[in-house]
């Protein structure tokens, strides 16, 4: 039997973040993944000289980036102009992102104008968090009167967060992942699997052992307390404290008697996000100005991630197009809905392909910040000692992978206040928010 301080099902971003930090404070550590490789969601498949990200990827500034920089990532990349246009009746309009394309773009009246230069303006100081409990809807509504900036407010959030439920979406946290957006977002080159490369060459260089290709069956547990991993070739892992990264139905499957503890009242309150995503790469663009669009009657979206980012060998275009995926959505329709897109930006786009990745239904978050929430998950299970829960689903506020990292940092604050209560001495775990 194997034996360790911390023990990480899963192997993604929240994982590899977890058994790093774990790791620094002195645990012996295991990574246990299913896959042979790491990165889960966050992993790049090379294609052609192209690298594509599993859909579009991009790096606010939020709690990932503060914990990549502070564990000492390399972050290799740029910050793209954000100079673009919206669909709006099928057509393309300049989308008022700055002081010119505000005065310039057609979208709005002037009154509009007037009304949206005044929220920017205001928006970098707003306190987001007296609308955490209120819907998004909600918000725009009661702050925003010209139809067409609600329009616009709509697009923007929606691309921040990926999420089609103005009706169930907490204003608050969106509103805050906009305040990051407008201090600029990073395109990583080689795409994101760099930086899953450089977080497992982090926590091997701080000891963390791993055991890839093998799949976690059972978290045995007895009297409220953590005992051990078994996986499906018999292997046995003896762990003081077990860090859950799966979905919160597979951590229901994982643990017995799930059903009597929180792990069943997160699983049955999540709401899944989704996105349809097409990856081209292209020899050349027909149209080289329309590199970021933003669908305003539509829910997609369309970013040239080459524009700041190292993302094939032989200088090739990579362009990602997202539709975002609301409840009832995944058809057979979205292929069709997305070259439409790439028809409207790039036309003759497909000349030009060298190569493409077409994803109809990848899961992007498995929860979100919503209204219908009964509580916020993790870090620990409560009924369950030594047993706790971190990933983009395990928000308390944060988005997408900012929420991934923030989560793996509280379980292992949390495992280390708990020993320093049991032994009188204080670990401290430097958490940056």
């Given at each position: 039997m194997l ?16 058994a ?17 490789s ?7 498949n ?9 859909g579009?990827?991009a ?7 503060a914990?990549?920089?502070?564990l ?23 989308m008022p ?14 009154k ?17 968090h ?5 819907s998004?809807?909600e918000?725009?509504?009661g ?9 616009l407010f ?14 169930l ?51 045995d ?11 499906e070739?018999g ?48 020899r050349?663009?027909?149209?080289p ?30 362009i990602?197009?997202?539709?975002y ?41 498995y ?12 870090p620990?299970?409560?009924?369950i000692?030594?047993?706790?829960v ?24 949390h495992?280390l206040?708990?020993?320093s209560?049991?032994?009188g ?9």
């Amino acid at each position: 039997m194997l034996k360790y301080e911390v023990a990480v099902v899963g192997g993604g971003v929240a994982g590899l973040t977890a058994a790093i930090y774990a790791a620094k404070a002195g645990k012996q550590t295991i990574v246990i993944e299913k896959q042979d490789s790491l990165g889960g969601r966050a992993i790049s498949n090379k294609k052609k000289g192209a690298y594509f990200n599993l859909g579009g990827h991009a790096l606010y500034h939020g709690d990932a980036l503060a914990t990549f920089r502070e564990l000492g990532l390399s972050l290799q990349g740029n910050q793209p102009s954000i100079d673009g246009y919206g669909i709006w009746k099928g057509k393309l309009l300049t989308m008022p992102m700055g002081f010119k394309s505000l005065f310039t773009t057609p979208l709005l009246t002037w009154k509009g104008k007037m009304e949206l230069a005044s929220w920017l303006t205001k928006l970098g100081k707003l306190d987001t968090h007296q609308y955490d409990q209120i819907s998004l809807r909600e918000w725009i509504e009661g702050n925003l009167h010209d139809l067409m900036v609600r329009n616009l407010f709509y697009s923007l959030l929606r691309t921040a967060s990926y999420v089609v439920a103005p009706d169930l979406q907490a204003a608050g946290p969106v509103l805050k992942q906009l305040q990051n957006s407008l201090k600029g977002v990073l395109y990583l080159d080689r795409g994101w699997g760099a930086t899953v490369d450089e977080l497992e060459k982090k926590a091997t260089d701080h000891g963390v052992q791993f055991l890839k290709k093998n799949k976690v069956v059972t978290i045995d547990h007895h009297n409220g307390i953590v005992q051990q991993i078994v996986c499906e070739d018999g292997t046995k892992i003896e762990a003081k404290n077990i860090i859950v990264t799966s979905p919160p139905a597979i951590a229901c499957q994982l643990v017995p008697h799930a059903e009597a503890t929180a792990l069943h009242i997160w699983k049955e309150q999540a709401i899944e996000i989704t996105a349809a995503c097409l990856d081209v790469a292209l020899r050349r663009l027909p149209k080289p100005k329309q590199q970021f669009v933003y669908g305003i009657d539509q829910t997609v979206f369309l970013s040239n991630q080459s524009r700041a980012a190292y993302l094939s060998e032989d200088g090739a275009q990579v362009i990602s197009v997202i539709k975002y995926q609301g409840k009832g959505d995944g058809s057979d329709k979205e292929l069709q809905v997305l070259e439409q897109t790439l028809d409207l930006v790039q036309p003759r786009w497909k000349d030009e392909l060298i190569v493409s990745q077409y994803l109809p239904k990848i899961t992007v978050s498995y929860d979100f910040m919503h209204t219908k929430r009964q509580e916020n998950p993790g870090p620990a299970v409560p009924e369950i000692k030594g047993l706790y829960v971190a990933g983009e689903w395990v928000t308390h506020g944060e988005l997408l992978v900012d929420a991934a990292t923030a989560s793996a940092k509280r379980a292992v604050q949390h495992i280390l206040s708990q020993e320093s209560k049991e032994s009188g001495h204080f670990h401290e775990l430097r958490v940056i928010v």
